[in-house]
């Protein structure tokens, strides 16, 4: 267990949907980061934070969004869903937001669009 | 092209077997981490390394900056081994593509 928890496991939903994602960090980190793991593309970055504040972007769709809250747990917003936004969607944390940090990943939610 | 190439892409071993998977990269990296990915789905973070040699349990992991090129090696191979492991520049947004073990009684 990493300490890193992931709500919810699993996620259906249709077209055109609205979802959110939550991430709540290992007691005592500061950053989070978003993965996104499709079976044609593997894992891919998609954003973190940092203490409240985004620190870096990566492949990020525009309809796709993320914040961290006060209490540094993350949600990441996924809108006008696609079929091909079905992937395992991974949060991860670490102590601090810089390049010498290990980190931490979450089970993940599965989501599925249909 | 992809930054980080692993190989091999999958690897069919049986019980006892010493394994490598390799890892290198085209470009500066701050550090490489080794995930493994069980069926299940979850990631485990196995080490993050900018330099020399890690070791935990049967798990080794070395890396060479000069060289940019990375292995994990599993000592005596069991089953429960058996998952993708991936090499990532995490901080440097660069993934492998993974290797399959497949770890036979």
Sequence with gaps: DSGVTQTPKHLITATGQRVTLRCSPRSGDLS??????????????LIQYYNGE????GNILERFSAQQ????????NLSSLELGDSALYFCASSVEGDSYNEQFFGPGTRLTVL | KNEVE????????????FITINCSY??????LHWLQQHPGGGIVSL?????????HGRLIATINIQEKH???HIT???????????????????FGAGTRLTVKP
């Design chain 2, 70 to 72: 990375s292995s994990l």
């Design chain 1, 54 to 57: 985004e620190r870096a972007k």
């Design chain 2, 26 to 31: 085209s470009v500066g990296i701050s550090a």
């Design chain 1, 32 to 45: 989070v980061y978003w993965y996104q793991q499709s079976l044609d593309q593997g894992l891919q970055f």
């Design chain 2, 6 to 17: 692993q190989s091999p892409q999958n690897l069919t071993a049986q019980e006892g077997e």
């Design chain 2, 76 to 94: 005596a191979s069991h089953p429960r081994d058996s998952a993708v492991y991936i090499c990532a520049a995490l901080n440097d947004m660069r």
């Design chain 2, 47 to 55: 080490f993050m390394l900018s330099s020399g040699k890690k070791k």
């Design chain 1, 69 to 76: 809250f006060p209490d540094l747990h993350s949600e990441l």
